[in-house]
Every structure is written in structure tokens, then in C-alpha cells.
Nanobody
Framework: QVHLVESGGGLVQSGGSLRLSCAAS????????MGWFRQAPGKEREIVAG????????YYADSMKGRCTISRDNAKNTVYLQMNRLEPEDKGVYYC?????????????????WGQGTQVTVSS
């Protein structure tokens, strides 16, 4: 069983930055692809960024390219999402997800474990 806990969300002004963290329990983290997803009010959950095992594959949503960086520290069982130049449209609940596979994907059904989410609000 894997348990994921996100942190780092909050309220930030437009143009500001946030760094989200996701701590994973269990022994599969280093062999797993990880993803960050966002769910805005009234919208479906969508991928923001994903990272394969060993950092060989990385994905960024078009809306976030150039504004965010996903990274992982296998020694700490933690994945990060650094977000810069945040905009009001980036508001939502951000979820960390883990795949029982080393290959990153972009759709929610392909991830096996989810955190509880952390709220990000961007004021204009």
C-alpha cells in the first residue's frame, strides 16, 4: 500500500510562486512514475506535470510549460512541483499521483494511488 501526502499549497498573488511537495510511503516510489494533477472548480482533473522513474521522461501540460518544474528525490520519497508566474487560472486542488509503472502517462485512470490534494488559490 502507498500513501501520498501533499503540502505547500496556499494563497498567492498573481505572478507569485509556490512549491508543492508530495511525500510517499511504501517501497515502490523509486520505481514509479509520478504525476501532479489539478482540478479546478467544476472541471475534470487534468495533468499538470509527470515524471518517469529515473527522470528519463518528463511531461508538462501546455498551460504550464516554462512556468513549472517537476522533480523528485528518491532518497526522501518525495516529488516536488515548483510553480512560477502563477495566474488566477492556475487555481484548483493539486493532487499527487503514483503509477505502478516507471513510465509517465497523462491520464487519471493510469495512476494507481492519489493523495488527498492541496488547495492553490491565486489572487489577481
Amino acid at each position: 500500500q502507498v500513501h501520498l501526502v501533499e503540502s505547500g499549497g496556499g494563497l498567492v498573488q498573481s505572478g507569485g510562486s509556490l512549491r508543492l511537495s508530495c511525500a510517499a510511503s511504501g517501497r515502490t516510489f523509486s520505481n514509479s512514475a509520478m504525476g501532479w494533477f489539478r482540478q479546478a472548480p467544476g472541471k475534470e482533473r487534468e495533468i499538470v506535470a509527470g515524471l518517469s522513474r529515473g527522470n528519463s521522461g518528463v511531461y508538462y501540460a501546455d498551460s504550464m510549460k516554462g512556468r513549472c518544474t517537476i522533480s523528485r528525490d528518491n532518497a526522501k520519497n518525495t516529488v516536488y512541483l515548483q510553480m512560477n508566474r502563477l495566474e488566477p487560472e492556475d487555481k484548483g486542488v493539486y493532487y499527487c499521483a503514483l503509477r505502478n509503472s516507471p513510465i509517465v502517462t497523462t491520464t487519471t485512470p493510469t495512476y494507481d494511488y492519489w493523495g488527498q490534494g492541496t488547495q492553490v488559490t491565486v489572487s489577481s
